[in-house]
C-alpha cells in the first residue's frame, strides 16, 4: 500500500496492521511521520518531487494507493477546496504509474469544488467509483474522499470522447 500525506502516521498504522508481515507500506510526507511499523518504508519530502517518486515507485506498483493529503488551508474555502481538487487529480495520475491493474484508491478532497468532475473521472477509470464521507468526519468538516475499487489501467491510456 502506498500512503501519500501520511503524517503523523495515523492511517500508515492502520495499514501496516492490515497488510500483514508479508505486505509493505511505503509512506510519505512533507512531515516527519512517527509511525514507523516494520513492515513501513518512510519518506520525508513532496510527492512531487521526483526523486521522491522515484524513491515510491521503485517499491511498487502498489495494489492500493491511499491520499489523506491536504493543502495547508488559508481559510479561502475557494483556495483550498482548489488545492485540495489539484491534490487529488495528482493522485488519480499517479495510479498509471503506481497502482496495479485491478488496485484501489482512496482520496481525500475538499468538498465544494471539483468533486463531481473527479468522480466521474474515477468511474472511467475504475470498475467502481463513488464518494464516502465516513462517520468520524466531524460535522463541519468539509472533507470528503473519493474511492475507486478495480483500476482498469487500459482506460487510463484512452481519453474520454467529448460529443
Ligand atoms: C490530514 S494530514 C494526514 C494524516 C494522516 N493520514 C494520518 O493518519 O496521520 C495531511 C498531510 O498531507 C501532507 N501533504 C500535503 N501536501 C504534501 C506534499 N506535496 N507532499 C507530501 N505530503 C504532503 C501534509 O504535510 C499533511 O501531513
Not at 502506498?2 to 495499514?15: I, M, N, R, V
Not at 500483514?20 to 512517527?34: F, M, Q, Y
Not at 483550498?80 to 478532497?109: M, N, Q
Request: aromatic share 8%.
Amino acid at each position: 500500500m502506498l500512503d501519500l500525506g501520511a503524517a503523523p502516521g495515523s492511517w500508515t498504522q492502520f495499514s501496516a496492521g492490515r497488510v500483514g508481515p508479508h505486505g509493505l507500506v511505503v509512506a510519505v510526507d512533507l512531515s516527519p511521520i512517527n509511525s514507523r511499523p516494520e513492515n513501513a518504508v518512510v519518506y520525508t519530502g513532496d510527492f512531487y518531487d521526483p526523486d521522491v517518486l522515484q524513491s515510491i515507485a521503485s517499491h511498487g506498483p502498489y495494489n492500493v494507493v491511499l491520499s489523506d493529503a491536504a493543502p495547508a488551508t488559508t481559510g479561502n474555502r475557494s483556495l483550498d477546496t482548489t488545492r485540495s481538487a489539484a491534490i487529488a487529480e495528482y493522485a488519480l495520475y499517479l495510479c498509471d504509474t503506481l497502482l496495479c491493474e485491478g488496485g484501489h484508491l482512496v482520496v481525500k478532497i475538499f468538498q465544494g469544488g471539483e468533486e463531481q468532475a473527479l468522480l466521474k473521472e474515477l468511474r472511467r477509470l475504475f470498475q467502481t467509483g463513488r464518494l464516502f464521507k465516513p462517520k468520524a468526519c466531524r460535522a463541519e468538516s468539509f472533507e470528503t474522499y473519493l474511492i475507486g475499487l478495480g483500476y482498469k489501467k487500459e482506460a487510463s491510456h484512452s481519453h474520454e470522447k467529448h460529443d
